[in-house]
């Protein structure tokens, strides 16, 4: 059975620092997506970033940015210069049934909830 | 073009009860999915449908059942409501069965007095 853990419940920074939220996550499959989704108050779940199982290859959006790597089952999301905007709770999910289920079927970690100061 | 629509928002029922959550898909997504987010924990998958058929179902007891209809819009119902029912219940809509990016609602806040 697959199992994503979040360790970090809640971080606080301050405006402008780059924060780094961390995902472990356990799975059998060789083929599966791993994902970031953000929540804020309203409660709708914001897709963010997604990523193979076959691609190591780390990569930059805007302010985001994460780290893949299968070694360490990590998937690690960074926010550069962050925002006040960005506060809201931060969820890494993972899909193992690509082909019957895909981004549908998400098994989600705790959570980490990132307040950013000004 | 609107998004995933839940009704309703909020909900308060009383133990015992039975309660039905509807959703309406993007517009032309055929994939619909439930999931159930108790205060402070992430959301654990409760049922997907596929073009009217049931394609994945959680850990979730048989109180527990939902539907999909030929416009694709879903009904989640609930039976016998119990205290521990209480969560924010999120509805997911992608384009096919493996399409990898789903899109969510904004909930439907039930309560369970």
């Known amino acids: 059975a697959q199992k994503v853990t979040q360790a970090q419940t809640e971080i606080s920074v301050v405006e402008k620092e780059d924060v780094t939220l961390d995902c472990v996550y356990e799975t059998r499959d060789t083929t599966y997506y791993l994902f970031w989704y953000k929540q804020p108050p309203s409660g709708e779940l914001v897709f963010l970033i997604r990523r193979n199982s076959f691609d190591e290859q780390n990569e930059i959006s805007g302010r985001y940015s994460w780290n893949f790597q299968k070694s360490t089952s990590s998937f690690n999301f960074t926010i550069t210069a962050s925002q006040v905007v960005d506060s809201a709770v931060y969820f890494c999910a993972l899909s193992e049934d690509i082909l019957t289920g895909g981004g549908n079927k998400l098994t989600f970690g705790t959570g980490t909830q990132l307040k950013v100061e000004l | 073009d609107a998004g995933v629509t839940q009704s309703p928002t909020h909900l308060i029922k009383t133990r015992g009860q039975h309660v039905t959550l509807r959703c309406s898909p993007i517009?032309?997504?055929?994939?619909v999915s439930w999931y159930q987010q108790v205060l402070g924990q992430g959301p654990q998958f409760i049922f997907q449908?596929?073009?009217?058929?049931?394609?994945g179902r959680g850990n979730f007891p048989d109180r527990f059942s939902a539907r999909q209809f030929p416009n694709y819009s879903s009904e989640l119902n609930v039976n016998a409501l119990l205290l521990g029912d209480s969560a924010l219940y999120l509805c997911?809509?992608?384009?096919?069965?493996?399409?990898?990016?789903?899109?969510f609602g904004q909930g439907t806040r039930l309560t369970v007095v």
């Open positions: 997911a809509s992608s384009l096919m069965l493996s399409e990898t990016e789903a899109f």
């Open positions: 517009s032309g997504h055929k994939s």
């Open positions: 449908y596929y073009e009217k058929e049931e394609r």
